[in-house]
Every structure is written in structure tokens, then in C-alpha cells.
């Protein structure tokens, strides 16, 4: 029973670096402006991704999300991402 | 010599690239799939642009883990010379054969125009037709754009003279008003240490003829042949 493989639902969540230009979220920020909103300081956007997958246990689990994101789901010259599971 | 276009599923500009290299340079070219690992005996290879995978992810992210890629890697690893245009650029980046990232373009806008870019650096298989300082009109066509390179990486991009075209005015004048993506410092292009694998936004290939616009892509093509046919003889 031990060797059977578990079900895992983890989610990564990729943002831009701090200090990197978000173009995005400065357009976004703008657009709040013009609807009234003049309170906000900064906007970054960034994505999440939700990853189900079958793994031995979950320190396995944790190894392979980290490993995906640092090779695929995220740009490490521009982006920090965050593993939840 | 011999050229290879690689075809993406998504590439848009692989014909432009192997028509200027057919018709007007007249050398041979062929194409090469992305599912393929070989690279049929090329001398330069072509990333051409387009939107490789729908640009999903992040442009050029899917792209990198071609099966083409890794014969690209083993002969780029061995001095074979690699251009990489606008999406191609793209790919080249997120493949680490060339440091950096590409940002969405300031506006957010998708860009298409003819800008004018000066030669920094004469002395690569690319641009040893050129002068230094020499200004060429060639047009740009993306949306991501905005080259992004660390404090660090920027300054050993300098001291490597690694930084192979700026955007500048129609007189060679480098200045923010001239960038027309919000790229770093108005980087237009880069290579590799070794010099042998060059990215950069504008199109070359879409300025081929009088009747389009411009010429001065025939520069870099020349550059390529001549420095290939230099080193066979």
C-alpha cells in the first residue's frame, strides 16, 4: 500500500520580481485612476497555475512542483513563484 | 553555404526568411521542423518570427523545448551560427543562448513600424558587412519586446561589447524617444559571448528589396555568407 501513488493538487503563483517594470499593472493602475479609485498605490499582476499530478508522498510531490515551475511555469530572469499544496 | 528556417507550429515568418535568402541572396535553404532533432548539414540556422505556440505562457517558453532545439543547443555549443528574429529572439532568450528576458512592450500595444537601429558592434558574423555607427531602416512587428536584463547582466553585456544594435533616430541618435517598446537602454539585438548566436526584435528579412521599403536587411544576410564563405576558404 505504501508504494501506491497519491493524488496532489498544488498551486504555483508566478509574479513578476520586485523591480522589474510590470506594464501591465501600471496601465491597470491607470485605468483605476480614471474610474475614481485615486487610493491605489501600485498594482502587480502575475498568474497562478493549478497543477494535478500523482506522487509518492508529498515531499516528492513539493520536488516536482518546484522543478516544473523553475523550468517551465516561470521565467527565473524575470519571475519568483510560490508553491502551494 | 546553406541555411535552415525552423518552422514552429505558429512560425509566420519562415517564408519572408527563406524567400530574401532564396531570391535575393541567392544560397540555398531549407527548412527544418520542429519535431526533428537534425539539423541537415546548415551553416546558419534562422529562428524566424511569428508566434510560436500562440506565444502561450510567455513568448518563446513552449518553443525552447522543441526536439529541434537540442540539435540547435549542440550546434551552437560548437561556434554554428544561430539568428534568432523577433519571436526567434524570443526563443533564444528563454533557451538561455542568450541572457535576459523579454517584457511586454510599454504601451502594451502590439508595434509594427519601421525603426531605424545603429550597428554597435561590426565585428560579429552578423554585421561584418556594416560600419560601426552605421544606421539601418528596418521595420519591428511584436508585442513583446521590452528587452529586460538584470544590473549585473547589463553591465557584462557591456564590458563583452555584446550589445550588437540600438534603436535610434534615422541619424544614429540614441534616445528614449526612439525606443518603441520600452527595451532597456534601447537594446535592439545582442550575442552570445562566443558571437556566433545573435537575437534582435527587427525583421531583416522583411527588408530585402527597394519596392518593401528598405534594403539594409541584406546586411546582416551578407554578413552571414561572407563570414561563412571566409571561413571555408
Given amino acids: ?85 | 553555404m546553406k541555411f535552415g528556417v525552423v518552422i514552429f507550429p505558429g512560425s509566420n515568418c519562415d517564408y519572408d526568411a527563406y524567400q530574401i535568402i532564396k531570391t535575393i541572396m541567392k544560397e540555398e535553404v531549407g527548412f527544418l521542423w520542429h519535431q526533428d532533432k537534425d539539423l541537415n548539414g546548415c551553416d546558419c540556422v534562422i529562428l524566424p518570427g511569428g508566434f510560436s505556440y500562440g506565444d502561450y505562457l510567455r513568448t518563446g517558453a513552449i518553443a525552447r523545448f522543441a526536439p529541434i532545439m537540442q540539435g540547435i543547443f549542440n550546434f551552437a555549443e560548437k561556434g554554428g551560427l544561430v539568428i534568432g528574429i523577433c519571436n526567434g529572439f524570443q526563443i533564444l532568450l528563454e533557451a538561455g543562448l542568450l541572457p535576459g528576458a523579454m517584457l511586454r512592450n510599454s504601451s502594451l500595444r502590439f508595434v509594427c513600424k519601421w525603426v531605424h537601429i545603429k550597428v554597435e558592434q561590426e565585428n560579429t558574423p552578423f554585421t561584418n558587412n556594416c560600419q560601426r555607427s552605421q544606421v539601418l531602416k528596418i521595420p519591428v512587428a511584436h508585442t513583446d519586446g521590452n528587452y529586460f536584463i538584470s544590473e549585473e547582466g547589463l553591465k557584462k553585456l557591456k564590458e563583452n561589447n555584446q550589445i550588437v544594435f540600438h534603436y535610434c533616430s534615422p541619424q544614429g541618435k540614441i534616445d528614449p524617444a526612439y525606443n518603441p517598446n520600452g527595451a532597456l537602454e534601447n537594446i535592439a539585438g545582442i550575442c552570445n559571448l562566443k558571437r556566433n548566436v545573435l537575437g534582435m526584435m527587427p525583421h531583416p528579412e522583411r527588408a530585402g528589396e527597394k519596392i518593401l521599403g528598405s534594403e539594409d536587411g541584406r546586411y546582416v544576410f551578407n554578413s552571414i555568407i561572407t563570414f561563412v564563405k571566409r571561413k571555408a576558404n
Fill in chain 1, 1 to 85: 500500500m505504501s508504494k501506491e501513488k497519491k493524488s496532489y493538487q498544488a498551486t504555483v503563483y508566478v509574479r513578476l520580481k520586485e523591480g522589474v517594470l510590470d506594464p501591465q499593472g501600471t496601465t491597470i493602475k491607470r485605468a483605476l485612476g480614471d474610474m475614481g479609485y485615486n487610493g491605489v498605490e501600485e498594482i502587480r499582476s502575475g498568474k497562478f497555475f493549478e497543477v494535478s499530478f500523482l506522487s509518492a508522498n508529498r515531499k516528492e510531490a513539493l520536488k516536482l512542483v518546484n522543478q516544473i515551475s523553475d523550468k517551465l511555469l516561470a521565467n527565473p530572469v524575470i519571475e519568483d513563484f510560490k508553491v502551494e499544496i
